[in-house]
Structures are given as C-alpha cells and as structure tokens.
C-alpha cells in the first residue's frame, strides 16, 4: 500500500532530518527535483520562458533555487514576490547570480508576464496555506491558473488544505513535486494535483493513517479458496435488494457478487424468479430467514423502505455474520439507529454517497471528507465507505484508504448495486470490512476504466469487466 501522511508526520521527520543538516543542503536538493521535473517535460529547454511564484517560506526558495537551475540551462527566469522583505535570502541571491529576473506581485507587467510563460512554478504556500487565501495569494493563483503554460506545484499546490485536501480555488498544477513523502491532500484534491512525483530528501515519516492500494495490494488480498475449494470454501454472499419499484437493483448486485467469483450466492427479495432467470446459478429465496447460510449479507439496493423493507434489514442486521448496508437500507438505517448501534462489535459496512451521509451522520460537515469519513467510522463502529470522485474508506480505528481508480463512466445509474455485489463477495470470502471495501472500490473502478475504453455504456457493462489484477 502507498502510505500518505499528515502535516504533522512530515514535519516530524524533518525535524529529525535537519537536527544534522544544514537547511539550504535540503533545499537545494528539493529545488533540483523540481528543475528535473520541469526539465523532463519542456522542449525545448533554451529560451523557454518560467515565471517564479514565490512566497516567504521554504517552498518559495525551493522555487527561487530550482529557477537558479533552470536559468544556468539558458532559461529566461522571472521571480515574482509575494512579499520581498521575507523572501528567502540565499535562494534570492543565487537566482539573481544565475541571472534571473525579479518582480513584486503587484507590478502592471505581472499579466503579461504569465500569459507569455512556457512554465509557471508555484513556490507560494505549500503545507503552510489553509483555504481560504488571502486576496493577494488568490490574485495571483487565479492570474496563474489562466496562464497556458505548463504548471508545477513545489510540495503541494496552493489552496489546498495539507490535511483534508478541501479546497476551493487552488492552483491547478500539471504536476505536483512533493517531499518527503506522499501528503493524504494530494490523493484527495487530485484534480489540482496533477501527476504526483514523491522526491526522497533523506527522511522518512512514520505513522500513516491514510493509503493507496495498487493493483498488485488488492491481487494479494483477494481470497483464495485453494485446490481442495469448493463452492461454500470460497465464500457465500446473501444479497437483499430489489423490489417492485427498483427491480434492475436486485439483478446489478447479484450480478456485481457473482462476477467477483465466490463460491456461491444466495438472494432473498421479492425479485428472486427475476434474479434467477438473468442468474441461474443463484439459490433464491423470498426472505433472509429462508435463504440458507450465508458468509456475508448486503442488504438495501433498490430494496424500497416499506414494513416489509425494515423486515428484512432487521434480520440481516440482527445475523452474526459481516453486513454491507446501502442505498434503501441506508435511508431505512437512519431511521432505526438501534440496529447498526446493537451490530457493535461485529463487522459492519456502511457505503453511502453524500446525501446518504448527511441523512445518517447530520453533525458531520462533508465539506471535509476524510475528517467526516473518520468521525462517522469511530461514533458509528462500522466501517464506511463514502462514494465520490475519490470513494474513502475508514475503519472506527482512523485508518483510510483513498481509491484512485475509476472513471467518469461509472456515474451512471446502477453503478453503486454492483460495488455492493463486488464489496458483497470479498466480505464473504473472508476479507475484513476495510480490505473488502477497499479491495472492492479499487476493483469496480479497474471496470468502470475498461468500460470507459470500451465506450460500453450502463451500469451492467461493468460485471464482465471485473477482473482479478494482472490477468
């Protein structure tokens, strides 16, 4: 898994770091990272035109000294300052030995000197800067961002918050240099971000709460049932959902769970003769109770929010067996919070969207996601899962995992009855709550970009394009 840490963890370590080490040795390595990255993706190099946004901290002079680089490869290199009298003294002499350029943010040439830039280096705030700016940052982020050159972020762009990742006008970075270690913000505001290239200065953080998986995690994850398996070794799935109403939701989740490849899947709903007509390997039964054992239950796609809906939640909730609510049995569950407070203590998923989020934790502002993810996971006892353009997911202990695959293409309807099918099966075949749900999530967004490049459109277009990673 690829960690991701807090400001306070990487400051931490770089405290340790530089006990022995003479700042400006560490800025300058930082500063040749970023002249690299700038180096790797502009062409041609000499007369190309890099403006400078430079603030009173470190990120400034590691700008102002990846511009003394840049300028020495026959750059044209122009600093502008936030604030001159707090500019970085060493790094300000050395561009300006370098031959580079200086202005203050406020001269009248500043717009014409962006528009014309081939790079612009964002050097202003970095893990320092909390929304909102103020005025003159803003000015400047905004004047840059209109800018068509190539864009590069020093550690993290600014405007986002280092921690929650919330923002509302950052720099729009094409690639962000960041030190140290990977910052939990740039998983999360990754539309600011852009390509992410995490440079080594020589120390290390401790303590990741908040982590990525790859493709070759969620391999090593999936159950095996191995040589001696059969179809109840490798995991039983119940699936409660659909209803008159949402008869589609049934078919998509049972789909989503049978194309995960457990052994076996039972469903109980009112939709069984229409489940095992699109699914014929699928034991159905009309109620949980009737369904035979099972290892895992989902419970609320399309399942309505009736009596006979609050039923069957019930006996799912009241199982001793892992449960993954969602959608009806979401609504359903903000209503009668003394089932999911009796489930303490036994494994317990809940996956909503945003609005479903609010309905069941209306305390928490969503406006920070990964603070509201972890608050909702530790008073609830259940892991959560909060869908979105990065889906996070969070244990009652703090630790989440941020997905980073996907696409576009599975915003449609349905979408969310398949991961739960998905999340279903892993649940059953014997991952904790947060594995299934993260291995889940990573899964279901590997189909969505199959699907996308296969201009396959609808939610049912993602069942045969679940596949293990790596075949």
């Known amino acids: 898994m690829i960690p991701a840490y807090s400001v306070e963890q990487i400051r931490a370590a770089e405290a340790v770091a530089l006990q022995d080490v003479h700042d400006d040795s560490v800025m300058r390595r930082a500063s040749y990272e970023i002249a690299m990255a700038v180096l790797d993706r502009v062409r041609p190099v000499v007369g190309a035109t890099v403006v400078l946004l430079v603030g009173p901290g470190n990120n400034g002079g590691d700008a102002l000294y990846a511009g003394a680089t840049l300028r020495r490869r026959q750059m044209a290199v122009t600093a502008v300052l936030l604030d001159a009298a707090r500019a970085h003294a060493g790094a300000l002499a050395a561009l300006r030995r370098a031959g580079g350029r200086v202005l203050e943010a406020s001269d009248p040439s500043l717009e014409v000197v962006l528009a014309g830039a081939d790079v612009v280096i964002d050097g202003l705030l970095g893990l320092a800067g909390r929304p909102p700016m103020r005025p003159g940052v803003l000015r400047l982020v905004e004047k840059a961002n209109a800018a068509r050159g190539l864009k590069v972020a020093v550690d993290l762009p600014t405007g986002i918050d280092p921690d929650s990742g919330r923002a509302e006008v950052a720099f729009r970075a094409d690639v962000t240099v960041t030190f140290g270690g990977l910052k939990t913000a740039l998983l999360i505001a990754d539309a600011f971000a852009g390509a992410v290239v995490v440079a080594d200065l020589g120390f290390e953080p401790l303590g990741a709460q908040t982590f990525s998986l790859t493709d070759l995690d969620v391999r090593a994850m999936l159950p095996d049932p191995g040589r001696a398996g059969d179809k109840f070794s490798g995991g039983v799935p119940g699936i409660v959902a659909g209803s ?36 014929p390997e699928v034991v159905a039964a009309d109620e949980p109770e009737g369904a035979g054992p099972v290892q895992a239950w989902v419970a609320g796609p399309g399942m309505g929010t009736d009596t006979e809906s609050g039923a069957r939640l019930r006996a799912v909730m009241e199982s001793d067996v892992p449960v993954l609510v969602d959608a009806d049995g979401l609504t359903l569950l903000a209503g009668r919070r003394s089932l999911l407070e009796d489930r303490r203590g036994r494994p317990t998923l809940l996956t909503p969207h945003d609005r479903e989020f609010a309905r069941l934790f209306p305390d928490l502002d969503l406006s920070d996601r990964l603070g509201s993810v972890r608050a909702a996971a530790a008073a609830s006892g259940a892991t959560v899962l909060l869908k979105g353009h990065r889906t996070l997911i969070a244990d009652p202990g703090g630790r989440v995992a941020v997905n980073t695959t996907g696409s576009s293409w599975l915003a449609t309807a349905g979408s969310g009855d398949v991961l739960s099918g998905i999340i279903g099966s892993l649940l059953a075949g014997g991952l904790t709550a947060w594995e299934a749900a993260a291995a889940g999530a990573h899964l279901h967004g590997r189909a969505g970009e199959r699907a996308a490049a296969d201009r396959a459109p609808g939610a049912t277009a993602l069942w045969d394009r679940i596949r293990v990673p790596g075949f």
Do not use: E, K
């Open 244 to 279: 008159r109403q949402y008869p589609g939701a049934a078919i998509l989740s049972v789909g989503g769970a049978v194309n995960t490849r457990p052994g076996m899947v039972r469903y109980a709903g009112p939709q069984a003769q229409a489940v095992v007509s699109r699914w």
